[in-house]
């Protein structure tokens, strides 16, 4: 009898709509912890940072979520050797 093996690894698809993108960057205390959030940082529905400073963060496009693979004019990006 055959076994089926699953090559795949199990994995949680994510969308805009479970997930807001801070809109600037700030320090504050969350459940006792001083913590800092960039611009730009995504966090899922239900985060203690969302939900102790909902004020900046916005609900995630789908553009939010994909990885720029070319850099914008003018930015530099690091470079590993």
Same mark, same amino acid.
């Given at each position: 009898m055959a076994r089926s093996r699953? %090559?795949?690894p199990d994995t949680e698809v +994510? %969308?805009?709509d479970q997930m807001y993108v801070a809109t600037e960057t700030f320090s504050a205390d +969350?459940? /006792?912890a001083a913590i800092t959030v960039h611009r730009g940082q995504l966090v899922r529905q239900g985060d203690p940072r969302l +939900?102790?400073?909902g004020s900046y963060f916005r609900q995630a496009t789908d553009a939010d979520l994909m990885e720029q693979a070319t850099a914008a004019? /003018?930015?530099h990006r690091a470079i590993a050797w």
């Open positions: 699953n %090559t795949k +994510v %969308t805009a +969350v459940d /006792g +939900v102790a400073h004019p /003018g930015e």
